[in-house]
Every structure is written in structure tokens, then in C-alpha cells.
């Protein structure tokens, strides 16, 4: 089993920085990619990035390519979100995914991830 913990969350303006971080624990995700997706109230779930547990392989979403970094710790079990430039778009409940036991790049599909973290919320004012 793996738990992931999300946090860093909160309101800020249009323009302003944030940083997600996904707190893993339980079992060893070396051959896990995780990636962080986001869903907004009436849409669907979006991915916005991955990365290979190794920090090897990044992919992201083509909204947020230019403004959003995502960075893993192997030592701290954490990966980060980096989200600059936010956009009252950007506004959604933000959730962590692993796939575990999963050698690959990270999947955009979210059928493709077993574990899941509760979520944080992110909104942006315009």
C-alpha cells in the first residue's frame, strides 16, 4: 500500500506562486511514477504532470507546460508542484497519484494510477 498526503494548498491571486507538495509513505515507490492531476467543479479530471520516480522523465499538461514545474526528493519520499503565473483557471481540487510497480513514463490517463491522496485546493481570484 502507499499513502500520499498532499498540502500547500490555498487562495491566492492571479499571477501569484504556489507549491504542491506530495508526501509519500508505505510502500518503496523507486519504480512508481507519480503525477498530479486537478478537477474543477463541473469538469473532468485533467492531468497536469508526471514524473518518473527517478526525475528522469517529466511530462505535463499543454496548459500548464510553461508555467507549472513538477520535482521529486527521493530522500524525502516527496514530489513537488511548482505553480507559477496562476490563472483563475488553475482553480480545481489538486490530487497525487502513484502507479506502482510501473517502470514506465508517467500515464495521463488517472485510470492508470492505484493510489490516490485526498486532495488540496487550489483557487485562484482574479
Known amino acids: 500500500q502507499v499513502q500520499l498526503v498532499e498540502s500547500g494548498g490555498g487562495l491566492v491571486q492571479a499571477g501569484d506562486s504556489l507549491r504542491l507538495s506530495c508526501a509519500a509513505s508505505?510502500?518503496?515507490?523507486?519504480?512508481?511514477?507519480v503525477a498530479w492531476f486537478r478537477q474543477a467543479p463541473g469538469k473532468e479530471r485533467e492531468f497536469v504532470a508526471g514524473i518518473t520516480w527517478s526525475g528522469n522523465t517529466k511530462e505535463y499538461g499543454d496548459s500548464v507546460k510553461v508555467r507549472f514545474s513538477i520535482s521529486q526528493n527521493n530522500v524525502r519520499n516527496t514530489v513537488y508542484l511548482q505553480m507559477n503565473s496562476l490563472k483563475a483557471e488553475d482553480t480545481a481540487v489538486y490530487y497525487c497519484a502513484a502507479r506502482a510497480g510501473w517502470n514506465g513514463g508517467p500515464s495521463r490517463e488517472s485510470r492508470e494510477y492505484e493510489y490516490w491522496g485526498q486532495g488540496t485546493q487550489v483557487t485562484v481570484s482574479s
Open positions: 508505505g510502500r518503496s515507490l523507486r519504480r512508481s511514477p
